[in-house]
């Protein structure tokens, strides 16, 4: 289920080359404050690929709406 989110979230993620010592960025587009860099492309969605699931973990440990991506629906756990 979170890998299928991942996977679904990756698959949206726009790429654009910025002037920084990291000069590609990534983010994923309805997902609030995720993001990354990385030396080169791979490394970039390397980075951004633990970013989504690290932003994933804490909605969900904190009970917060996760939004759908790409028809994958992750909800918190019931207490």
């Known amino acids: 289920m ?4 991942i996977r679904a979230a990756l698959a949206r993620a726009h790429y654009e080359l910025i002037d920084d010592a990291e000069p590609f ?3 994923v ?4 404050g ?3 860099t990385g ?3 791979e490394r970039c969605r390397d980075n951004l690929e633990s970013t989504i699931e690290g932003w994933l ?3 969900l440990s904190r009970n917060l709406n996760v939004p759908e991506i790409g028809g994958v629906t992750v909800r918190p756990p019931k207490e």
């Open 25 to 27: 960025y990534g983010e």
């Open 34 to 36: 995720v993001w990354a």
């Open 2 to 5: 979170l890998q299928d989110y």
């Open 39 to 41: 030396e080169t492309l």
């Open 57 to 59: 973990l804490v909605r």
């Open 29 to 32: 587009p309805g997902l609030k």
